[in-house]
Antibody
Framework: EVQLVQSGAEVKKPGESLRISCKGS????????INWVRQMPGKGLEWMGK????????TYSPSFQRHVTISADKSISTAYLQWSSLKASDSAMYYC???????WGQGTLVTVSS | QAVVTQEPSLTVSPGGTVSLTCGSS?????????PCWFQQKPGQAPRTLIY???KKHSWTPARVSGSLLGGKAALTLSGALPEDEAEYFC?????????FGGGTKLTVL
């Protein structure tokens, strides 16, 4: 079964760092880019950026370019989304999505609160 | 950055037909934008219904179809069922990335 499985929910304080993960299975991980998508509470979907796991080439949305880092480790079929200094406004659900726009990960809820 | 527009909300009667649209601030939507449509129900991850304008996945109901209509991408539900009540997002591809529409909340009533 082709699937993307994300890491579990996180609760962090402002200023802390965080890395969440997305592990692909059931297909050749290097065949497709991995996208990251944000959904703030009660809001729509926002594309954050993507990575080519083969060479770790990345493309970011201008809205997220300077605030997050997308990376991947093809040896373990896993993509990552990380923050060096979280803000309360980073509280959201984060999804990974394969480059051909299916499947979606189940989502990782990130809560940032003092 | 392009802005992708959708109707904020629509209502359809059970058994009725409704079309949701997806427009681009840069001009007419074409097949080159590879329009995609996603369904999201409360508390669930999105589910991909349509890709490349009109292609379906194995789980896409036969009553759901995608097309280009009047310079926009369109998602049409024919014979709406109560379980079609959900939020629907479109996505368009541009050089360098993709952009989601704001979503359409579809009520079946």
């Amino acid at each position: 079964e082709v699937q993307l499985v994300q890491s579990g929910a996180e609760v962090k304080k402002p200023g802390e760092s965080l890395r969440i993960s997305c592990k692909g299975s059931g297909y050749s991980f290097t065949t497709y880019w991995i996208n990251w998508v944000r959904q703030m509470p009660g809001k729509g979907l926002e594309w954050m950026g993507k990575i080519d796991p083969t060479v770790s080439s990345t493309t970011y949305s201008p809205s997220f370019q300077r605030h997050v880092t997308i990376s991947a480790d093809k040896s373990i079929s896993t993509a990552y989304l990380q923050w060096s200094s979280l803000k309360a406004s980073d509280s959201a659900m984060y999804y990974c999505l394969r480059g051909d726009l299916w499947p979606w990960g189940q989502g990782t809820l990130v809560t940032v609160s003092s | 950055q392009a802005v992708v527009t959708q109707e904020p909300s629509l209502t359809v009667s059970p058994g009725g037909t409704v079309s949701l649209t997806c427009g681009s601030s840069t001009g007419p939507v074409t097949s080159g934008h590879y329009p995609c449509w996603f369904q999201q129900k409360p508390g669930q991850a999105p589910r991909t219904l349509i890709y490349d304008t009109s292609k379906k996945h194995s789980w896409t109901p036969a009553r759901v179809s995608g097309s280009l209509l009047g310079g926009k991408a369109a998602l049409t539900l024919s014979g709406a069922l109560p379980e079609d009540e959900a939020e629907y997002f479109c996505l368009l591809s541009y050089p360098g990335g993709v952009v989601f529409g704001g979503g359409t909340k579809l009520t079946v009533l």
